[in-house]
């Protein structure tokens, strides 16, 4: 049977899962925490704590910035011991809550038992309310605050929920281990997030090459089924194997087979797409009263000899997870946070994870060698891998010569920086990198003119 993908672009890397048989392990707690009130999409968090202040794990330390934005919690208890800039991976300053650690005590009324719990409250405005306060955001990536997805704008309305498991990125198994060893909770946290839709069907998206997910989340989904009508309209959808098939525009692509226009939100189309580990958090959320103070990630590489998949409390030095795992070894030249595809080199081994940090992938020289970067021949192989329809020879081109106006006008806004135009570039021109660049060049521009918009308009009134 053919399996459903995106219609245009799309590259095929060896997905290199060699993490996948490595169980989920809690990860030794750090003596302090680093937490960044900036880790999530729109405005940063506020501190609602003093350096000197006593903090348990799960207590608020931070509240929403605006109506865009997230709770952060204390992810250890302890004490406030600063609240300042600190350098976070790529060495920017960002406003970081110092907690040195004193032992691990947890606010009440947090559930940290195993009892599994079906039981999903009626009460969609309480729920929404859990969420919110659980300081719940995307964890497949863009780290969208999630109360705010599944509110949708007057006039919009959600058809479809997708849960997304597919985890394309090469390397990363976090989210296929939390499939397999949480996977009742998965599927709780996504009914969950269907009810608060208004009871929209719901596709758990998986990758073909993960049979064993596959496997079991359909035998938890007709297990719970029979306990509850609240688990009727799930199902689990078999997706090819591409990359980046879990982009969420292709995947409500391959879903729904309805594209999501430039500049618009998935939900214009009638979708909401929500991570597995966001389905998760969102259990232990309303179901456990648990906020999001840990996560998943794999830390993995040929050159690595110590794969895991870890429980990782927000705000741990990278450096001290690495050194977990018997520090880094001599042939590894590079850490990426993240996947090799869209994963960022790290610069600051001492900057801390966040909530959607999902991997650290160790490479070696010959992994992160570039070629010699040679003339476009206009072979367009770059625009047939580009799952957006863009050019990206042309937009490399404007890019470089800083012209604003065009990359605009040629969507370069639009890209995802999937890195499908660079993996697919035989004259090794650093494409990725380019367009990066005018991208941002171009969002400025849009911002600026929406903030000359609205001030005109206001003044206007």
């Known amino acids: 049977m053919r399996k459903p993908t995106f219609s245009i672009g799309g590259v095929h890397p060896h997905d290199s899962k060699i ?65 300042a800039p600190r350098a976070d991976l790529a060495g920017n300053p960002v406003m970081t809550i110092e ?37 719940i955001v995307g964890l497949g990536g863009a780290t969208f605050p999630t109360h705010v997805k599944l509110s949708p704008p007057p006039g919009s309305k959600c058809e479809r929920l997708i849960i997304n498991g597919c985890e394309c990125e090469p390397y990363l198994t976090s989210d296929f281990r939390c499939l397999l060893e949480k ?76 594209q999501v226009g430039s500049g618009a939100l998935p939900i214009s189309v009638g979708a909401v797409v929500q991570n597995v580990g966001t389905a998760l958090a969102v259990y232990d959320a309303v179901l456990k009263n648990k906020p999001l103070v840990d996560n998943t990630l794999t830390v993995t590489g040929e050159c690595f000899p110590h794969q895991a998949n870890l429980l990782v409390r927000v705000g741990t030095p990278l450096r001290t997870i690495l050194e977990h795992l018997g520090g880094i070894p001599d042939e590894a030249v590079k850490v990426i946070s993240g996947g090799p595809m869209m994963g960022k080199a790290v610069a600051n081994l001492d900057a801390a994870t966040l909530k959607g940090t999902s991997a650290l992938l160790l490479l070696t020289e010959k992994q992160t060698a570039r070629g010699e970067e040679g003339p476009c021949i ?36 639009d890209c995802i920086e999937c890195g499908c135009c660079l993996y697919s570039c035989p004259a090794n021109i650093p494409l990725l990198d380019i367009i990066r660049l005018g991208k941002a060049d171009a969002m400025k521009a849009i911002r600026e003119r929406a903030a000359a918009a609205k001030a005109a308009a206001e003044a206007a009134k």
């Open 378 to 413: 206009r072979c367009g192989k770059c625009a047939e891998a580009c799952p957006m329809g863009l050019e990206p020879f042309l937009l490399q081109k404007l890019s470089r010569i800083g012209d604003v106006e065009a990359l605009e006008a040629n969507a370069a806004q």
């Open 99 to 135: 907690i040195a650690r004193e032992g691990d005590e947890w606010m009440e009324g947090i559930d940290l038992s195993d009892t599994l719990v079906t039981e999903i409250p009626d009460d969609n405005k309480a729920i929404l309310d859990k969420i919110r306060l659980g300081g």
């Open 183 to 258: 996977g009742e909770q998965v599927v709780i946290g996504a009914a969950i997030l269907k009810q608060v839709l208004g009871g929209v069907p719901c596709t758990v998206a998986i990758e073909e090459n993960k049979p064993e997910a596959i496997a079991h989340i359909g035998e938890v989904i007709a297990r719970l089924r029979k306990q509850s009508p609240k688990y009727d309209g799930i199902e689990v959808m078999v997706m090819k194997m591409r990359y980046p098939q879990g982009g969420e525009k292709q995947l409500i692509d391959a879903v729904m087979h309805r």
């Open 19 to 83: 993490s996948r048989e490595c169980r989920v392990e809690p990860m030794p707690l750090p003596d302090s925490a680093y937490i960044a009130v900036a880790q999530h999409i729109g405005a940063p968090a506020k501190p609602l704590v003093a350096v000197g202040d006593k903090v348990k794990v799960g207590q608020p330390i931070a509240e929403p910035g605006g109506f865009v934005s997230a709770f952060i919690h204390a992810s250890v208890s302890g004490t406030v011991k600063s609240i």
